[in-house]
């Protein structure tokens, strides 16, 4: 059993429900994006190979997952609430295209070390933080 499906399946036993088909086929299928992604494009991408698959079971596992620590969901100010893997994922930020929607990840210690100078100043002790920069990617800015 994979690490991940591990968890899920610790996860799952702990809170009384059933590590099924339809879940794994979710978790493999989720596990093998690298972006970030919506609960309707997982569900377009499963229905591509007609698993049989709802669109509510994938809202549903998708919040599992996140419940568990397989998964972080993100608001972008779009309205849609997307996800990404965290397992083996490190801390990053993002840059966010707000023509396209085009989302790139970063990560850069020099801005890392400053926010905890920022924090460090004004006394506060951080647990989380998210950058998000909003602008236009190379593409939509040419």
């Given at each position: ?77 779009d309205g849609q609430s997307r996800y990404e893997h965290e397992v083996d994922h490190g801390h990053h930020d993002h840059l966010l295209c707000q023509q396209c929607g085009k989302i790139t990840e970063f990560e850069n210690k020099h801005i890392e070390e400053l ?28």
């Amino acid at each position: 059993m994979k690490r991940e499906e591990k968890i899920l399946s610790d996860y799952l036993s702990a809170n009384n429900l059933k590590f099924t088909q339809q879940r794994k086929v979710i978790l493999d299928a989720f596990l093998s994006l690298e972006h970030h992604v919506s609960a309707e494009e997982l569900y377009d991408k499963l229905k591509k190979k007609d698993y049989g698959i709802g669109l509510a079971t994938v809202y549903r596992t998708l919040n599992i997952f996140s419940s568990c620590g397989l998964a972080q969901q993100r608001q972008f100010g779009d309205g849609q609430s997307r996800y990404e893997h965290e397992v083996d994922h490190g801390h990053h930020d993002h840059l966010l295209c707000q023509q396209c929607g085009k989302i790139t990840e970063f990560e850069n210690k020099h801005i890392e070390e400053l926010q905890k100078e920022v924090a460090k100043e004004k006394g506060y002790v951080v647990f989380t933080h998210k950058l998000e920069l909003h602008g236009l990617c190379p593409d939509c800015a040419s």
